[in-house]
């Protein structure tokens, strides 16, 4: 993946934005959020994927055998999709960086906007039912909680109240 050793000398020279994406129906609002915010800042994006093994191991109650296998085919869907959305960047004109590490989410993005410097966190919110989080955590509320950057909150789209189900 970009942005190896000379990382902290090459993002140093201009603003950047961390954007963790989930590749759900919300990552290209969220990107395209955070292209136009880019742009008019002069700044970098950078693509943070996380694979969280743990979690889908645990779902699928895996061996380790098939949780490798697993693992790796995470990662080229990762990669895969990591490359279309910066296919996308390049479109809009918009200077970027893409990164998939694994671990848990919400430490892994902290960790990444502390050793980038980076000037801002824009991130997806689902706006799950405080159910679902305490089930299972909600990434974009601990990274708000504990963010040292700004944090931008793009959430998921709704329909208006009255709009649902009426065609044009």
């Known amino acids: 993946m970009p942005g190896g050793g000379g990382e902290r000398e090459y993002l140093g020279r ?28 002069k700044a970098k994006v950078v693509l943070l994927h996380v694979v969280h093994l743990q979690l889908g191991a645990a779902v699928f109650d895996l061996e380790t055998e098939s949780a490798s296998a697993l693992l790796a085919t995470m990662e080229r869907s990762a990669d895969a999709k990591l490359a279309a959305l910066g296919r996308g960047l390049t479109r809009r004109g918009v200077d970027f960086r893409v990164r998939r590490l694994g671990g848990h989410p919400a430490t892994v993005i902290l960790g990444q906007a502390r050793r980038m410097g980076a000037a801002y966190i824009a991130i997806g919110s689902h706006g799950h039912t405080a159910f679902f989080d305490l ?3 909600s ?5 708000l909680r504990r963010a040292r950057c700004p944090v ?14 009426r065609r044009r």
């Open 14 to 41: 201009m603003k950047t934005i961390l954007v963790p994406v989930d590749f759900s129906a919300l990552t290209g609002r969220l990107v395209a959020c955070a292209a136009d915010h880019a742009k008019a800042i």
């Open 152 to 165: 931008l909150v793009v959430p998921a789209e709704r329909p208006l109240p009255g709009r649902a189900g």
């Open 139 to 143: 990434t974009a509320s601990a990274v």
């Open 135 to 137: 089930l299972l955590g």
